[in-house]
């Protein structure tokens, strides 16, 4: 075998055991920090929050059905978003939100696992995700994704073919960007805002690139969900205000058997535990 070839695959090998989105192992080890579907045009994604159960009962009901408790109602949004691009400035980089509100955010990476016992969680819960989406995970079944972004669930931007963006010049990363930019909006009727980089890796040929595209913010993470336990960034392996909590669309073969509905379930107990309900991102950011 080519020398090369050996070279560049243990590389990548070695980039996805450091990030995010490797397949998910049960682990305690914080991440290295950066610093079914409808058949005609869905309404454009992210316009309102997923929908709820309108009385408490439904709601409790609802929840009951997960073998979850219902969390508390999200407090409503400010006014003002507390970050916001200003012209001509760089794209900003986020991996929390400022406020003093006990809120979390949950996004959602890849696509590749298409579940529609998940879409089914998210509507009977009113939980709402941001969703970062690759073309390659996602080509496939675009349409899948829809339901989730006609009930207000939000569309980020998580590049064509998830490169580590770092290893790439402006023009390839504007390419990678732009290019699923075009590809969402055509989708779900909107372009995106929101852009996540692979692996959580990024320059500032990426801030650069992004800005041109029309992303007004890059969103990192403070905590990812694994299969039951999460990993934390900070020692004290608590949520904080305002966290963003990095999940993936993952199914029984990457969770070693457990469902991505089991996942999300044991994701909203954690949140729950440590006295947090969850918001959506997209009302401030």
Same mark, same amino acid.
Request: glycine content about 6%; some cysteine; hydrophobic content about 40%.
């Given at each position: 075998?080519?020398?090369?070839?050996?070279?560049?695959?243990?590389?990548?090998?070695a980039a996805?055991?450091?990030?995010?989105?490797?397949?998910?192992?049960?682990?305690d080890?914080?991440?290295?920090?950066?610093s079914?579907?409808?058949?005609?045009?869905?309404?454009?994604?992210g316009?309102?929050a997923p #929908?709820?159960?309108?009385?408490? $009962?439904?709601? %409790? *009901?609802a929840?009951?059905k997960w +073998?979850?408790?219902p @969390?508390?109602? /999200?407090?409503?949004?400010?006014?003002?978003?507390?970050?916001r691009r200003?012209?001509g400035?760089?794209?900003?980089v986020v991996?929390e939100?400022?406020t003093?509100e006990?809120i979390?955010?949950i996004?959602?990476?890849?696509g590749?696992?298409k579940?529609?016992e998940?879409?089914?969680?998210?509507?009977d819960?009113?939980?709402?995700?941001?969703?970062?989406?690759?073309?390659?995970?996602?080509? #496939?079944?675009?349409r899948?994704? $829809?339901?989730? %972004? *006609?009930?207000?669930?939000?569309? +980020?931007?998580?590049? @064509?073919t998830? /490169?580590?963006?770092?290893?790439?010049?402006?023009?390839?990363?504007h390419?990678?960007?732009?290019?699923?930019q075009?590809?969402?909006?055509?989708?779900?009727?909107?372009?995106?805002?929101l852009?996540?980089?692979?692996?959580?890796?990024w320059n500032?040929?990426t801030?650069?690139a992004a800005?041109?595209?029309?992303?007004?913010?890059?969103?990192?993470?403070?905590?990812?969900?694994?299969?039951t336990?999460?990993q934390y960034?900070?020692?004290?392996?608590?949520?904080?205000?305002?966290?963003?909590?990095?999940?993936?669309?993952?199914? /029984?073969?990457?969770?070693?058997?457990?469902t991505?509905t089991r996942?999300?379930?044991?994701?909203?107990?954690?949140?729950?535990?440590q006295?947090?309900?969850?918001?959506?991102?997209?009302?401030?950011?």
């Open positions: 075998m080519d020398k090369k070839i050996v070279v560049w695959a243990a590389l990548t090998v996805l055991l450091m990030t995010g989105c490797t397949q998910p192992a049960d682990a080890t914080p991440p290295r920090a950066a079914t579907a409808p058949t005609t045009t869905p309404p454009a994604a316009d309102s #929908d709820a159960p309108r009385s408490a $009962a439904e709601r %409790a *009901a929840y009951r +073998g979850l408790r @969390l508390p109602a /999200p407090p409503a949004p400010p006014s003002t978003k507390p970050i200003a012209p400035a760089p794209v900003p991996s939100i400022p003093n006990k979390v955010f996004t959602v990476d890849d590749a696992e579940d529609p998940f879409t089914t969680m998210i509507r819960l009113g939980i709402p995700v941001t969703m970062f989406l690759t073309d390659a995970a996602i080509r #496939d079944d675009y899948y994704f $829809a339901p989730l %972004a *006609a009930l207000g669930n939000g569309v +980020g931007n998580h590049t @064509l998830h /490169p580590n963006l770092r290893t790439l010049g402006r023009e390839a990363q390419r990678e960007i732009c290019g699923q075009a590809k969402l909006a055509k989708e779900y009727g909107t372009t995106p805002r852009f996540r980089p692979p692996y959580g890796n500032e040929d801030r650069a800005g041109t595209c029309g992303v007004e913010a890059i969103v990192l993470w403070r905590e990812s969900m694994q299969i336990n999460m960034q900070r020692g004290d392996r608590k949520l904080r205000p305002g966290d963003v909590i990095l999940a993936h669309f993952r199914g /029984p073969a990457e969770l070693k058997g457990t991505m996942m999300t379930a044991n994701l909203l107990r954690h949140i729950q535990e006295g947090f309900t969850v918001a959506r991102l997209e009302d401030y950011l």
